[in-house]
């Protein structure tokens, strides 16, 4: 579904210059949990950002589907990334309901606060509320609320769990793999926990240096990908 052929991402600043993707190709298959790890700096979320059309390949190329991918706007509707720390990447001063709403506002749709919040498994009773006034793990559920209102088929985690405590994890780990069996979802996990993607990933491709070095086909959750009864072939 996702190809990436010898994608190569180069940072040219006045003296220095920094090859942070280096002649990267793999395929993501549709409905998969590709993870990918990888020390600090080798180069993981400049390749989320290449995925997301936020940067541009110096060398190589982006497929999704058939189509060869482009910076545009069309492409919130493919591709949405839930970050790290959800304090910052959601607006300080705008309410649970703006902020899940805010993306169908932009795209001129229907507005289903209730209906996402449902799917996130919070209480209508939050919408009111700012992003400071919400725990953590409440906080990632209303990312994930968010990056799922243009119901896009593929979703970037990038170190999505990695600022929560461990049992708020595997509630957030749950649902993720909930969303992703009931929705037919397609994720790229990107970790520093392999012991996590592990029991998560389809497969696992390590980073190193922006090259991938090895990928490991199978992941010990394999036997839990059996999609999960949220309404057969509605997508929420
Ligand atoms: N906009 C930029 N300009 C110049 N260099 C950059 C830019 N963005 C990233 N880099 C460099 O590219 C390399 C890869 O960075 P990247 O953020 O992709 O790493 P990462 O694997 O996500 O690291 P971490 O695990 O710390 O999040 C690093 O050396 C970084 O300093
Ligand atoms: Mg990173």
């Given at each position: 579904m996702i190809r990436l052929c010898?994608?190569?991402k180069t940072f040219r600043n006045r003296k220095k210059e920094t090859v942070a993707v280096r002649n990267v190709s793999f395929t993501i298959h549709r409905g998969e949990i590709f993870s990918l790890v990888g020390e600090n700096g080798c180069g993981k979320s400049t390749l989320a950002k290449l995925l997301l059309?936020?940067?541009s390949p110096t060398e190589g190329e982006i497929f999704f589907g058939e189509k060869r991918l482009e910076r545009k706007r069309e492409l919130a509707l493919e591709a949405q990334i839930i970050f790290q720390d959800s304090l910052s990447s959601l607006h300080p001063r705008m309410r649970v309901k703006d902020l899940i709403d805010e993306p169908l506002r932009i795209w001129k749709r229907a507005s289903r606060v209730d209906e996402l919040l449902d799917l996130v498994a919070l209480p209508s009773s939050?919408?009111?509320?700012y992003p400071h006034e919400l725990s953590g793990g409440q906080r990632q559920r209303v990312s994930i609320a968010r990056a799922l209102s243009l119901n896009p088929?593929?979703?970037?985690?990038?170190?999505?769990l990695s600022s929560l405590d461990l049992i708020t994890q595997a509630q957030i780990a749950r649902l993720l793999k909930?969303?992703?069996?009931?929705?037919?979802?397609?994720?790229?996990c990107i970790s520093h926990d392999w012991e996590f993607?592990?029991?998560?990933?389809?497969?696992?491709?390590t980073m190193k240096?922006?090259?991938?070095?090895?990928?490991?086909?199978k992941g010990k959750g394999d036997e839990e990908t059996e999609p999960l009864a949220l309404g057969g072939e509605q997508r929420f």
């Open positions: 010898n994608v190569t059309g936020l940067l939050l919408k009111e509320r088929p593929f979703l970037i985690l990038d170190e999505a909930e969303l992703h069996s009931g929705l037919g979802l397609t994720y790229l993607v592990e029991s998560f990933s389809h497969r696992i491709a240096k922006g090259e991938i070095v090895r990928i490991t086909p």
